[in-house]
């Protein structure tokens, strides 16, 4: 096998498990989703600052792991696109 044989097997290595890893990271923002909302709706009407700073870091957290979804899935079509030209 060549090396750009070599190199286009490895890039479409790493876009197949940036894939999975995205497709992974979207079923677990799923469930940390459905979480959040009832974490939300148990202490949101709380007077409580430290309530309401458990909700504001996992709001934050939660818009955190959809970019990385997008960031997985943007790196993966690259990669896809990058081994198709090799």
Same mark, same amino acid.
């Given at each position: 096998m060549s090396q750009v044989q070599q190199v286009k097997h490895q890039i479409s /290595?790493?876009?197949q498990d940036t894939? !999975?890893?995205s497709s992974d990271l /979207?079923?677990?923002?799923a !469930?940390? /989703?459905?979480t959040? /909302?009832?974490v939300s709706a148990t202490v949101g009407g709380s007077a409580?600052?430290?309530?309401r700073q458990l909700i504001s870091s996992?709001?934050?957290a939660e818009k955190q792991v959809d970019a990385a979804i997008s960031a997985l899935q943007a790196a993966a079509a690259a990669?896809? !696109?990058?081994?198709?030209?090799l």
């Open positions: /290595s790493i876009a894939k !999975r890893a /979207s079923t677990f923002k !469930r940390f /989703s459905k959040v /909302s009832q409580q600052n430290v309530d996992m709001q934050t990669a896809t !696109r990058y081994a198709a030209s």
